[in-house]
């Protein structure tokens, strides 16, 4: 025996009969036509969600609660956000409720979590070029078949500082925190300790492991931007103390001028030797021109006289000369490369030193407390949509 589904309409026109209310006064009720009641009895317009609380205002007896009466959010593959918005409204205390509920349960998990502090220091790497040294002489040495060192100590900034290099030496360094009391990272965070469960007892207990996994813990905690139009180059540092975070960053710095300059000063030391190698090459060239020279000028002193003689002279002379000008340029340069083995220039310009922070930098309460919200706001919605 099959169940006949009765309608909204239907069910209408029930209740109109069976109360004897005719179609003109109930239609005046329901702020329609009585041609429109038919057609919502009849069940070839649908009835909008104002209709029905007029009717349901006026007729309180009539019942609405059955489901098969009920208008639907989703007809025809088409939302009706009339009925959607009706639902929710009538849930709306329900709502506020989860809604409030949440976003307490979101600032107290916020606390939970361990507070971090961010400290910053911002620079710009200074232009050099590390070339001058040496490209006054190259094209002359070139032209001897000899070739001059080059200078590529092109250097990325952000490579260097997550470079193993320095970022071992910040892990072994010892940190003053706001607490008055020093410690490296391994210590601080406890990476040489135990487990309780003892599995870290088949682990090596020796001092590279334990480095090892500190450099891949402080990659986390250092991020390094830089902005390619401009050249300017954050660094950040975050840690639990505020006073290590501005420490490190600042330490950062230091080591990575530091190495540049080093490396700087080894290039300046290698063009040195090179120059003073080659100094001796031309003075020994130099002497052996000259000597030529005087030589001719001794065994032909009438050579102005002669257009073949003068011509032999012009050639030694001009081999003499040209030899002398090297040995006068190598001089100089030999000079400039002394200097520059010593000088310690600085490589990057600090605009904003590294402070330590006054505020954590994270959890971010009000991020949990929205996030939260926005969860219990789309849990309550949905389940009053459901239940309906």
Same mark, same amino acid.
């Given at each position: 025996?099959?169940?006949?589904?009765?309608?909204?309409?239907?069910?209408?026109?029930?209740?109109?009969?069976?109360?004897?209310?005719?179609?003109?006064?109930?239609?005046?009720?329901?702020?329609?036509?009585?041609?429109?009641?038919?057609?919502?009895?009849?069940?070839?317009?649908?009835?909008?969600?104002?209709?029905?609380?007029?009717?349901?205002?006026?007729?309180?007896? +009539?019942?609405?609660?059955?489901? @098969?009466?009920?208008? !639907?959010? %989703? *007809?025809? &593959?088409?939302?009706?956000?009339?009925? /959607?918005?009706?639902?929710?409204?009538?849930?709306?205390?329900?709502?506020?409720?989860?809604?409030?509920?949440?976003?307490?349960?979101?600032?107290?998990?916020?606390?939970?979590?361990?507070?971090?502090?961010?400290?910053?220091?911002?620079?710009?790497?200074?232009?050099?070029?590390?070339?001058?040294?040496?490209?006054?002489?190259?094209?002359?040495?070139?032209?001897?078949?000899?070739?001059?060192?080059?200078?590529?100590?092109?250097?990325?900034?952000?490579?260097?500082?997550?470079?193993?290099?320095?970022?071992?030496?910040?892990?072994?360094?010892?940190?003053?925190?706001?607490?008055?009391?020093?410690?490296?990272?391994?210590?601080?965070?406890?990476?040489?300790?135990?487990?309780?469960?003892?599995?870290?007892?088949?682990?090596?207990?020796?001092?590279?492991? +334990?480095?090892?996994?500190?450099? @891949?813990?402080?990659? !986390?905690? %250092? *991020?390094? &931007?830089?902005?390619?139009?401009?050249? /300017?180059?954050?660094?950040?540092?975050?840690?639990?103390?505020?006073?290590?975070?501005?420490?490190?960053?600042?330490?950062?710095?230091?080591?990575?001028?530091?190495?540049?300059?080093?490396?700087?000063?080894?290039?300046?030391?290698?063009?040195?030797?090179?120059?003073?190698?080659?100094?001796?090459?031309?003075?020994?060239?130099?002497?052996?021109?000259?000597?030529?020279?005087?030589?001719?000028?001794?065994?032909?002193?009438?050579?102005?006289?002669?257009?073949?003689?003068?011509?032999?002279?012009?050639?030694?002379?001009?081999?003499?000369?040209?030899?002398?000008?090297?040995?006068?340029?190598?001089?100089?340069?030999?000079?400039?490369?002394?200097?520059?083995?010593?000088?310690?220039?600085?490589?990057?310009?600090?605009?904003?030193?590294?402070?330590?922070?006054?505020?954590?930098?994270?959890?971010?309460?009000?991020?949990?407390?929205?996030?939260?919200?926005?969860?219990?706001?789309?849990?309550?919605?949905?389940?009053?949509?459901?239940?309906?």
């Amino acid at each position: 025996m099959e169940t006949r589904i009765i309608t909204l309409g239907q069910k209408i026109k029930r209740y109109r009969l069976v109360n004897d209310i005719r179609q003109e006064d109930m239609a005046e009720k329901m702020g329609v036509s009585r041609a429109t009641l038919i057609n919502y009895e009849k069940g070839h317009t649908a009835i909008n969600i104002d209709v029905l609380n007029r009717l349901k205002r006026h007729y309180p007896d +009539f019942d609405l609660n059955d489901e @098969k009466s009920k208008p !639907k959010i %989703i *007809d025809n &593959n088409t939302i009706d956000f009339s009925v /959607l918005f009706m639902v929710l409204y009538r849930r709306k205390n329900y709502i506020i409720t989860t809604l409030l509920l949440t976003m307490i349960l979101g600032l107290g998990t916020s606390f939970l979590f361990t507070n971090y502090y961010s400290s910053e220091i911002s620079l710009y790497p200074a232009k050099k070029d590390l070339t001058q040294g040496v490209s006054q002489f190259q094209s002359i040495i070139a032209n001897l078949g000899v070739n001059a060192p080059k200078n590529d100590q092109n250097f990325h900034i952000p490579d260097v500082v997550k470079s193993k290099l320095i970022a071992k030496k910040i892990i072994l360094n010892s940190w003053a925190m706001e607490d008055g009391k020093n410690s490296n990272l391994i210590n601080l965070w406890s990476l040489n300790k135990k487990n309780w469960f003892g599995f870290k007892d088949s682990q090596p207990a020796d001092s590279a492991y +334990f480095i090892d996994i500190a450099i @891949k813990k402080l990659n !986390k905690h %250092i *991020d390094v &931007n830089e902005d390619k139009s401009t050249g /300017l180059i954050r660094i950040a540092a975050t840690f639990k103390d505020p006073l290590i975070s501005a420490n490190i960053a600042n330490y950062i710095v230091q080591e990575v001028q530091s190495y540049i300059q080093k490396e700087n000063s080894a290039q300046s030391k290698k063009e040195k030797i090179f120059i003073s190698d080659r100094l001796i090459i031309v003075k020994n060239e130099l002497e052996e021109a000259e000597i030529k020279l005087k030589d001719f000028k001794e065994r032909n002193r009438g050579y102005e006289d002669s257009p073949e003689l003068f011509m032999v002279f012009s050639k030694f002379f001009r081999e003499a000369e040209a030899k002398k000008e090297v040995y006068v340029m190598l001089q100089q340069q030999l000079e400039l490369a002394r200097i520059d083995e010593v000088k310690k220039s600085p490589i990057l310009h600090i605009l904003d030193k590294a402070v330590p922070p006054t505020r954590k930098s994270s959890p971010r309460r009000l991020f949990f407390m929205f996030l939260f919200s926005f969860i219990g706001f789309l849990y309550s919605s949905f389940r009053s949509i459901f239940i309906y």
